[in-house]
RNA sequence: GGUCCCAUCGUCUAGCCUGGCCUAGGACGGUGCCCUCUCAAGGCAUAAACACGGGUUCAAAUCCCGUUGGGACCA
């Protein structure tokens, strides 16, 4: 066989939602496993609905996950004449007629139809017209379909679809405004760009008997066709705002890694065997269309939650810790003007990565690293920074203050001596330490902290704990 | 309403095509234990599913029919 071609064609009229997303996946890593073509096309013939703002989120957000494209973005408002050409070739073999029936018109014989409880279908009046065209209508261009026999599809996916020609009618391929409708525009660019492989939601798979027969009726050869299953939310109906982010910009946003919900969404609708993890590599090496399941999936946002808290842990720490100063500017713990010490980010990457599933918590869980004083959890100063710890934190604080260097190993040789002076448990001194330097009961490993926030600042704050035990 | 699609733990799924290896496997989440300076992370363990009813067969999660439920499209 010839290369596979295969494509992504979104409509602009909002932003890139994940079952969109899902979808370029999987037609990107077909066309990388076959080494073929990923063409990238914008629908935007609707031109009320289509926005600049949802082109840019659709470029955005496959770049951001990494699904390159080798051709386009091709917009099909620039190749209005190509559908114009194609509509005219089926018009002038018959294959299609102008239909002057009005919006109005068509309601009342749709009512009509339902009464008689008959299909409410296009009845083909214009079909049948003679005579002159009825004047100050412009007209739609509809396509002359088959009455009789029926049309299978060979899915790729659901296997083998029977429609029958009688249920379908003839659709309306270019609309009174002189834009192609969905239908005819994508069979039209489908058979142009020589694309081999339609993947594309199961939205559209009613649609697909109707193109089958355009392509018949333009003598072009139809492309074999893949539906996917829908991506349901938690409740099992469609996907909604409600469940949490539904815009892949959205998750960036929030604080995930692109490959975390890259490796969430190939997940959802293939397997491999029992892997979870996939790399973008692995993917490309495994993916195979007969992997996919036939069944509707849920989006579960803990199981996104623990892949990118996943890919948070194993992924490069300095690559962490430059995503992460965006958020830490953001929420004026940086300052916007001035050069982080990238080092010291990193440590803190490396004390919160474990304990954190997004960027977002890692940047809000470090905050107490970022002010001069912390805020105090009452509860935690109650029952942590009683007197009976007094005297060991005063001894802690002489110890520290001795050290000219304030690593981790020096700083525990020097706790340990403490409690064996005071003969404190490590967990009765290092929690009221804690509480000391962070305000709070739960923190990364106590010497640590205490790195992070170097010499000065801990001894700044054990001494403030000490004014605080009455 | 019509047409079409789908149906394994709460969720994602393996197994189904090519019946027996399935006392149904893995993962997320849940629970318990271990580790431990707190919280995590990690390790171990555990509860949890073949929608239902008929067939076919020595044998069905797997094949066939129906029912029910969910979804999509059209109106």
Not at 64 to 75: A, K, N, Q, R, T
Not at 284 to 302: G, R, V, W, Y
């Amino acid at each position: 066989m010839s290369q596979i071609r295969v494509r992504f064609a979104p409509s602009p009229t909002g932003y890139l939602h994940v079952g969109g997303l899902r979808t370029a996946l999987f037609n990107w890593l077909f066309a990388r496993h076959e080494k073929g073509v990923f063409v990238l096309r914008i629908e935007d013939t609707d031109r009320e609905r289509s926005t600049p703002e949802a082109i840019q989120a659709i470029l955005g957000g496959m770049k951001w996950v990494g699904l390159d494209w080798d051709e386009g973005p091709i917009y099909q408002t620039d190749r209005l004449t190509l559908y114009k050409e194609h509509a005219e070739r089926l018009l002038a073999a018959g294959k299609a007629y102008l239909c002057y029936c009005t919006e109005e018109e068509l309601e009342v014989r749709r009512k009509e139809a339902l009464a008689r409880k008959e299909l409410p279908k296009y009845d083909g009046r214009c079909r049948r017209r003679s005579g002159p065209a009825p004047a100050g209508i412009s007209p739609v261009t509809r396509f002359v379909t088959p009455q009789a026999g029926h049309t299978i599809v060979h899915d790729l996916i659901k296997g083998d679809v029977l429609f029958d020609n009688t249920q379908l009618d003839d659709l309306i391929i270019v609309r009174s405004n002189g834009m192609p409708t969905y239908n005819f525009g994508a069979v039209v660019d489908d058979a142009q760009m020589k694309i081999t492989h339609v993947i594309r939601g199961d939205d559209h798979l009613n649609n697909t008997p109707r193109q089958i027969l355009l392509y018949q009726a333009l003598g072009y050869e139809p492309p074999r066709f893949g539906h996917l299953s829908m991506i349901l939310g938690m409740d099992k109906v469609k996907l909604s705002k409600r469940q949490g982010a539904t815009s892949v910009l959205e998750y960036q946003e929030a604080g995930y890694l692109p490959e975390a919900l890259v490796n969430y969404l190939v997940r959802l609708g293939w397997s491999h065997g029992d892997q979870e993890v996939f790399s973008l590599q692995e993917m490309i090496e495994k993916f195979s269309l007969e992997n996919i399941t036939k069944s509707p999936a849920a989006f579960d946002p803990d199981k996104l939650l623990w892949l990118n808290g996943h890919y948070l842990r194993h992924a490069d720490v300095k690559r962490v810790a430059e995503l992460l100063i965006p958020f830490l500017r953001m929420r004026g713990m940086l300052d916007v003007e001035a050069q982080p010490d990238r080092a010291w980010i990193e440590r803190l990457v490396l004390a919160f990565r474990e304990r954190a599933q997004t960027l977002v918590e890692m940047a809000d869980k470090a905050a107490p690293f970022f002010q001069e004083s912390v805020t105090m959890d009452q509860e935690a100063v109650a029952k942590y920074l009683v007197a009976a710890v007094r005297p060991a934190l005063i001894k802690l604080i002489t110890a520290l203050e001795g050290m000219s260097t304030f690593e981790h190993d020096a700083i525990e040789q020097r706790f340990k001596t403490v409690l064996a002076e005071t003969s404190l448990s490590m967990s009765k001194l290092a929690q009221p330490v804690r509480v000391a330097l962070t305000g709070g009961t739960v923190s990364p490993g106590i010497f640590d902290v205490m790195v992070l926030l170097g010499r000065d600042r801990t001894i700044a704050r054990l001494k403030k704990a000490i004014d605080l035990i009455r």
